[in-house]
């Protein structure tokens, strides 16, 4: 069997509470809980979920713009969680986001149903 493109392995970020009702006590957000998934060559996930689910923080960890508190990732077989320095920064150049930004992406003037239907009308058909 090919290796995956990407594999993520128990990947886990917790963040600081700070503030928090009991002064002194040390709670934690659990913005990702133990997810593993692999993505093959050619193939595309979705990653669906409510706001604050922790999707973003899934890609910002996989790319370690910031640092996962455990688990491990790989991408074409090289280990993203223990690489620093110049080899991190070769690999940020074959691996990226592309931030959200609603106000480029969904033109404001169209209904969401003519955003979404724009891609499934075939226009030899019209
Ligand atoms: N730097 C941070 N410090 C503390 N908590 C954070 C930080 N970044 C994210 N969180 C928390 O982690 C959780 C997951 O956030 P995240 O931004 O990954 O959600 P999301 O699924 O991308 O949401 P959205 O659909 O709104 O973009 C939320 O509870 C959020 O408040
Ligand atoms: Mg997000």
Not at 8 to 21: D, Y
Not at 45 to 67: A, F, P, Q
Not at 101 to 106: E, I, K, N, R, T
Request: aromatic share 6%; proline share 5%.
């Amino acid at each position: 069997m090919t290796e995956p493109l990407l594999r993520v392995s128990n990947l886990v970020k917790t963040f600081p509470v700070r503030g928090g009702v009991l002064a002194g006590a040390k709670e934690q957000v659990h913005a990702i809980d133990d997810i593993s998934f692999d993505i093959g060559a050619g193939e595309t996930l979705g990653l669906v979920g409510e706001s604050g689910c922790g999707k973003s923080t899934t890609g910002r960890c996989i790319l370690r713009l910031i640092e996962p508190t455990s688990g491990k990732v790989w991408f074409e077989g090289r280990s993203v969680t223990e690489i620093d320095g110049k080899a991190l920064g070769a690999l940020r150049r074959d691996m990226q986001i592309i931030f959200q930004d609603p106000f480029a992406s969904l033109n404001p003037r169209m209904t969401v149903g003519a955003i979404i239907g724009e891609a499934l009308i075939n226009p030899n058909y019209g």
